[in-house]
């Protein structure tokens, strides 16, 4: 039986949120693309991502068209006032922030919880999970195209740790294993007693065309879905 996943839920601007929590490796890149869908919704993705920099705490407002007390022409008079943007900016950055220690796990948050600011937090968490490099690209290629799924396993759970490793490759090496290997490999994956179905597959992919393709794609795991039940 699978383990149950805890669902976190928060409330925004956009509404509500309902996401698993990030527990590590295993669903960074799904908890990723979820977050910056979230993040993005509540205009909060510039702040993770450094697009929307730090304004000036003091600004220089410049008044023109200055007169003496004879109404003749004046320099112009140069006032510093504090930028009302600078506060905003940090209290936004730190609804930000929140929102991703919303959405971790206990054992995760430990790793984030002495950011001050949500990019730092964000990065960090890159760096502790996302899986990069020539030995990770091999070890998720060993998993991935090797694991098969056991007798009377849940086949949902199955299928989303497939499409995981599949994406997880794709980022570190963009491109190297397509929809046509992904599904392949899926129903290679399935136990002896699928063997009747998998034989009835057909593997005649269009790889020319990509909206065939991921038709075909859709159809083989619709059918795999409809087979387990």
């Known amino acids: 039986m699978a383990d149950a996943t805890v669902t976190t839920t928060t409330t925004g601007n956009s509404g509500l949120h309902q996401i698993p929590p990030l527990k590590g490796v295993e669903n960074y890149h799904i908890w990723r693309v979820q977050m910056q869908d979230i993040l993005t919704n509540l205009d909060l993705y510039g702040y993770v991502n450094r697009t929307i920099p730090v304004p000036p705490e003091i600004i220089t407002v410049t008044e023109t068209g200055q007169k003496d007390k004879d109404g003749k022409d004046a320099p112009d008079k140069h006032t510093d006032m504090v930028n009302e943007q600078y506060a905003l900016w ?14 971790v796990d206990g054992s995760v948050l430990t790793h984030i919880q002495a950011c001050e600011f949500s990019a730092d937090a964000w990065d960090l968490l890159a760096s502790t999970f996302q899986v990069k490099g020539t030995v990770g690209l091999i ?22 740790r497939m499409r995981r490793w599949f994406q997880q490759i ?24 699928w063997d009747a179905f998998t034989q009835s597959v057909d593997f005649n992919f269009d790889l020319n065309n990509r909206n065939e393709l991921a038709n075909q794609v859709s159809d083989i795991r619709s059918r795999i879905l409809a087979e387990a039940h």
């Open 90 to 103: 940090f209290k936004l950055d730190r609804k930000a922030l929140s929102n991703i220690w919303l959405r």
């Open 170 to 193: 794709n980022d570190i090496a963009p491109g190297s294993c397509n929809k046509a290997d992904w599904i392949t490999t899926l129903v290679a994956s399935l136990p002896d007693s």
């Open 139 to 160: 070890d998720l290629q060993r998993k991935f195209f090797s694991h098969r799924m056991t007798e009377g396993q849940d086949i949902e759970e199955h299928i989303q």
